[in-house]
């Protein structure tokens, strides 16, 4: 049961050119969505997010954005960046303050110089 | 900056054997999360902690894994009969919430917890 997918399982994007991640969710009771970056052997580290009422959020070079009719957001990284090679991880959770959240399987962004 | 801190960093326990998982959340939030990955697969949510109970589970969550804030700053997950498909990272958050939809998750470390 799939609720939050990622289809790219990697993604390989030349230093200084724009990453573009992906994720499609099914749950249409889905309020608010997150990227997290993880490392090996470390905890998922928070990105930017993004609430359903909202189209378009921006933080430096990461912009995710949400198309709730199609139920798909991506997040761009612009421009890319070597240490940004890691696993990114979309997560997306409901309207309950103890919510827990669910992931898709991530993409393992890979930056080559 | 404040962040999750979890101990130990990794366990290594025999099959059967209790484990207590331990995290100190930060400071002034008020939900508290485990989560579980299973080597190769996706981040699990386990449990949320609200106001010294739990708020909601998934069906992992079953009677062998318990919860507890036993004093102001620790939050604990125990597993009392540990299996080998137990073996996974385990990831405490917490989140500032206050029942806002607007709550970010903060995730520590992780404790690789090893069952064999």
């Known amino acids: 049961d799939q609720q939050v997918k990622q289809n790219s399982p990697s993604l390989s994007v030349q230093e200084g050119r724009i990453s573009i991640l992906n994720c499609d969710y099914t749950n249409s009771m889905f309020d608010y969505f997150l990227w997290y970056k993880k490392y090996p052997a470390e905890g998922p580290t928070f990105l930017i997010s993004i609430s359903s009422i909202k189209d378009k959020n921006e933080d430096g070079r990461f912009t995710v954005f949400l198309n709730k009719s199609a139920k798909h957001l991506s997040l761009h990284i612009v421009p890319s960046q070597p240490g940004d090679s890691a696993v990114y991880f979309c997560?997306?959770?409901?309207?309950?303050?103890?919510?827990?959240?669910?992931f898709g399987k991530g993409t393992h962004l890979i930056i080559q110089p | 900056e404040p962040e999750v801190t979890q101990t130990p960093s990794h366990q290594v326990t025999q099959m059967g054997q209790e484990v207590i998982l331990r995290c100190v959340p930060i400071?002034?939030?008020?939900?508290f999360y485990w989560y579980r990955q299973i080597l190769g697969q996706k981040v699990e949510f386990l449990v949320s902690f609200y106001n010294n109970e739990i708020s909601e589970k998934s069906e992992i969550f079953d009677d062998q894994f318990s919860v507890e804030r036993p004093d102001g700053s620790n939050f604990t997950l125990k597993i009392r009969s540990t299996k080998l498909e137990d073996s996974a990272m385990y990831f405490c958050?917490?989140?500032?919430?206050?029942?806002?939809?607007?709550?970010?998750?903060?995730f520590g470390p992780g404790t690789r917890l090893t069952v064999l």
């Open positions: 400071s002034n939030h008020l939900y």
């Open positions: 958050a917490s989140s500032n919430a206050a029942g806002l939809l607007e709550d970010t998750q903060y």
């Open positions: 997560a997306a959770k409901g309207s309950g303050g103890a919510d827990g959240l669910t």
